[in-house]
């Protein structure tokens, strides 16, 4: 099955990039999501079918997908940004549903 | 505006059994897949089961798999999970999960409930 890797921790300065990654090989093949998870919160979808967003979610999140890595950006990073970011696939060879491991950013 | 809210939640002993159920508003809960995924405490987000649009068909984690029961009823709006012979490794915080697939082709989770939090131990 699916092992979605994702680096456990991005720290970023206010106002610059963030960049999560999800690998996995040939995860280009496959279509890939991203949730948002405040602390003491559900999560939410920021970004869906690779690179779309979902209303209300702002244009500073953004999304790719290529060869063996997914890529989360967060551009202009706001401190309201902190927070755990997971990726998810659906494993068509087991019909099951596989999230990555989690990233927490953290905006120094 | 959707809404999930679980309940049934609570405490159980190894081996015991629990209910969870989901109350689905907001949208049209017959067109939607639903699934729970969990979160053990500290720990990263799992999917657990899921059932499509009428509930004909269902798939279930292999951790799970001949444990649990997920079932739903498009008349009252609600999602069940049925869960037996529950262990230690089932304390997590369960999520009811909406799906759009059959409107979107995407498997994706687009709404979440707040979760109903089961503790197994002794």
């Known amino acids: 099955s699916y092992v979605l890797t994702q680096p456990p921790s991005v720290s970023v300065a206010p106002g610059k990039t963030a960049r999560i990654t999800c690998a996995e090989n040939?995860?280009?093949?496959?279509?890939v999501h991203w949730y948002q998870q405040k602390p003491g919160q559900a999560p939410v979808l920021v970004i869906y079918?690779?690179?779309d967003r979902p209303s209300g979610i702002p244009e500073r999140f953004s999304g790719s997908n290529s060869g063996s890595t997914a890529t989360l950006t967060i551009s202009g990073v706001e401190a309201g940004d902190e927070a755990e970011y997971f990726c998810?696939?659906?494993?068509?060879?087991?019909?099951?549903?596989?999230f990555g491991t989690g990233t927490t950013v953290t905006v120094l | 505006e959707v809404q999930l809210v679980e309940s049934g939640g609570g405490f159980v002993q190894p081996g015991g059994s629990l209910r969870l159920s989901c109350a689905a508003s907001?949208?049209?809960?017959?067109?939607?897949?639903m699934h729970w995924v969990r979160q053990a405490p500290g720990k990263g987000l799992v999917w657990v089961s899921r059932?499509?649009?009428?509930?004909?068909?269902?798939s279930y984690a292999d951790s799970v798999e001949g444990r649990f029961t997920m079932s739903r009823d498009n008349a009252k709006n609600t999602l069940y999970l049925e869960m037996n012979s529950l262990r230690a490794e089932d304390t997590a915080v369960y999520y009811c999960?909406?799906?759009?697939?059959?409107?979107?082709?995407?498997?994706?989770?687009?709404?979440w409930g707040q979760g109903a939090p089961v503790t197994v131990a002794s």
């Open positions: 079918y690779d690179s």
């Open positions: 907001g949208f049209t809960f017959s067109k939607y897949w």
């Open positions: 999960v909406r799906d759009p697939y059959d409107i979107s082709g995407y498997y994706v989770f687009d709404h």
């Open positions: 040939n995860i280009g093949s496959q279509t």
């Open positions: 059932t499509n649009s009428d509930g004909s068909t269902t």
């Open positions: 998810q696939v659906w494993d068509n060879r087991g019909d099951h549903y596989v």
